[in-house]
């Protein structure tokens, strides 16, 4: 996860191309910024009026713009990219400006905006801009609306943004390839009037799957549901940075879903209202608090909490298969199976690399660290202050902290927990309990050591 020490490092790794923007100079083309690294940016802080909070992007950044003559200029520069999932980990995919999920775009409600595009891909391109209100002519259908935008070409789009929300903008352009090689990315529209929808910290990520093949380095684009890596924003557990709160901040959290299945995303410890879709804000009246919100596939969710209990909270998909890295699908259950050396020995025979395991469950394999093949992350993984997570994919954590300044996103290290607050192992005997089936008195057999007497005080 991000230290103090990397996160101040990465913004070092947002560079601009001079060899281009040179070029792009001469034909009035911005300046098209690049970012080298997988890690949080800071905000980008609004330069010209009016002033609003801007997004945090997780394991993202902003795209920066140069005014010309009251129009916000944008570069978005379709390309191939490596992304690093998590350490250990890294997936050849198409992005933009060096990263997928592309940049984020902010601008402001009643903004006018010119975004240029110029495509490095092998094949031809467009994009669409996902829930803006725009004239026909800038939807980006590519064969609909314009034509496809061909490989070193450029092409402008012009339109205003006619709302405040959160967007999002990707291919439409041989959709299936294209989507699945993650050309995608955000886009937050401010209100022109910075106390409307006010929040302390606002945060946003894409939800993408994969399926990239233990050992490989591209995913497999004609896969339909069989994905095996759960993505925040093109990063897995362990390589997703914990979205950092002050105690009391009014948190914003903006999820968009571009894969192929519905993701319930679950906070611990709070309430939270859905604030806000693809379709913008959802008035006061509409909202009710959650605790899950489901983000269904092509949509956006936005809620706000009030970050009023300090810890490190999971906020995660709550489909356990999608908090999980790349797996064998084909394992069997062996939960509550005596796995005996003779049984083993059997197996081996027919299955020559079977591995006995999985007897009382499959946490154990969090701790196994079993050799896997090149550019693979364990099933599961991560370690904490108590021991390992046994996570992967769609996790991570909101990290609440008192004392924080206002515009800390550094990732805090472990909470400190108040003593006596941690739940912990009880001395002392269990008292017997009683099966409600009908038969007084059924003891529920207990694993000891055979030979003790079960009533036998420890
Ligand atoms: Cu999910």
């Given at each position: ?5 990397s ?8 560079v ?7 070029r792009?100079q001469a ?5 098209a ?6 890690q ?6 609004p330069?010209?009026a ?10 993202g950044w ?6 010309n003559e ?21 997936v050849?995919l198409?992005?933009?400006n060096g ?5 984020t775009i902010e601008?402001v ?12 891909l092998?094949e ?13 002519g ?40 294209q ?7 955000m886009?937050?529209?401010?209100p ?14 894409m939800?993408?799957a994969y399926?990239?093949d233990?050992?490989t380095?591209a995913p497999?684009?004609?896969e ?5 890596m759960w ?5 897995v557990?362990?390589g ?10 009014r948190?914003?959290?903006r ?7 519905n993701h ?5 410890g ?14 006061r009246?509409?909202?009710m ?9 092509g ?18 998909c ?6 999980m890295n790349a797996?064998g ?8 199976a ?6 083993v ?8 690399d079977?591995?006995?395991?999985g ?6 394999m ?10 693979a ?23 609440i ?8 996103y550094k990732?805090?290290g ?5 003593a ?9 005997r269990?008292?017997e ?6 038969v ?5 057999p ?6 003790h ?5 420890h």
């Amino acid at each position: 996860m991000m230290s103090r020490r990397s996160f101040i490092g990465a913004a070092a790794g947002l560079v601009s191309v001079a060899a281009l923007s040179g070029r792009a100079q001469a034909a009035s083309i911005p300046e098209a910024h690049y970012a080298t690294s997988a890690q949080t940016q800071p905000p980008l802080s609004p330069s010209n009026a009016p002033e609003y909070q801007p997004v945090v992007t997780l394991n993202g950044w902003s795209l920066p713009w140069r005014m010309n003559e009251g129009v916000k200029e944008f570069h978005l520069v379709a390309e191939a990219v490596v992304r690093e999932f998590a350490p250990g980990m890294k997936v050849h995919l198409w992005g933009y400006n060096g990263q997928s999920p592309g940049p984020t775009i902010e601008a402001v409600e009643g903004d006018k905006v010119r975004i240029f595009v110029t495509n490095k891909l092998p094949e031809p391109t467009s994009i669409h801009w996902h829930g803006i209100l725009l004239p026909n002519g800038m939807d980006g259908v590519a064969g609909v609306t314009q034509p496809h935008i061909p490989p070193g070409k450029t092409f402008v789009y012009e339109f205003e943004m006619k709302t405040s929300g959160t967007f999002m903008y990707h291919t439409h352009s041989d959709e299936m390839v294209q989507m699945a090689m993650g050309l995608m990315g955000m886009i937050v529209v401010h209100p022109r009037d910075p106390d409307q929808h006010r929040v302390d910290r606002d945060f946003v990520f894409m939800l993408s799957a994969y399926d990239v093949d233990p050992g490989t380095y591209a995913p497999k684009v004609v896969e339909m549901t069989n994905f095996n890596m759960w993505t925040f924003n093109n990063r897995v557990f362990p390589g997703i940075d914990p979205l950092v709160a002050r105690l009391n901040d009014r948190v914003r959290v903006r999820i968009a879903n571009l894969s192929m299945t519905n993701h319930p995303i679950h906070l611990h410890g709070h309430y939270f209202s859905v604030t806000g879709t693809d379709g913008g804000w959802i008035p006061r009246s509409a909202q009710m608090p959650e605790a899950t919100v489901d983000v269904p596939v092509g949509t956006i969710r936005a809620f706000e909490l009030v970050a009023d209990n300090p810890g490190d909270w999971a906020l995660h998909c709550h489909k356990s298969h999608h908090t999980m890295n790349a797996m064998g699908h084909d394992l069997r259950t062996f939960i509550g199976a005596k796995q005996s050396r003779r049984i083993v020995r059997a197996i081996t025979k027919l299955v020559p690399d079977y591995m006995p395991m999985g007897s009382s469950g499959m946490g154990e394999m969090a701790s196994m660290h079993m050799p896997g093949p090149d550019n693979a992350l364990p099933m599961m993984t991560g370690t904490g202050q108590f021991g390992p997570i046994e996570m992967g994919g769609m996790f991570t954590l909101m990290k609440i902290r008192s004392g924080l300044a206002r515009n800390d996103y550094k990732d805090p290290g472990p909470y400190e927990f108040p003593a006596g607050t941690v739940a912990h192992e009880v001395q002392g005997r269990s008292p017997e309990t009683l099966r409600h089936n009908g038969v007084e008195g059924t003891k529920i057999p207990t694993a000891r050591p055979s030979g003790h007497d079960h009533h036998e005080h420890h």
